[in-house]
């Protein structure tokens, strides 16, 4: 099921995967939030969509979110 979210906690570094990741957490409900991370392509195509000059601006920022058996996805951004 498609869902509006919200990005919150947007962050870039290796964390523990040791490449180069995004990683945010998107907020679908008050009870309902999920960890995203991406690398390689899938990271170049989000900030590319994006069209923003830092992360920081991905903050707070609404997207789309595929929900599907207990998992939660980002799908891309929601036009507002």
Same mark, same amino acid.
């Given at each position: #099921? ?20 995004l ?6 409900? &008050?009870?309902? =939030? ?5 690398a390689?392509?899938? #990271? ?5 969509? =994006? ?5 920081? &601006?991905? &903050? ?5 979110? &595929?929900?599907? =058996?207990? #998992? ?5 951004f =929601?036009?507002i």
């Amino acid at each position: #099921m498609r869902q509006l979210a919200i990005m919150r906690g947007v962050n870039f570094g290796l964390r523990d995967v040791g490449t180069p990741v995004l990683w945010f957490t998107v907020h679908v409900s &008050e009870g309902s =939030a999920a960890l995203q991370v991406l690398a390689d392509e899938e #990271m170049k195509t989000l900030l590319k969509n =994006a069209g923003c000059y830092s992360i920081t &601006e991905l &903050e707070g920022k609404a997207c789309w979110v &595929e929900r599907d =058996a207990g #998992m939660i996805a980002f799908k891309g951004f =929601a036009k507002i």
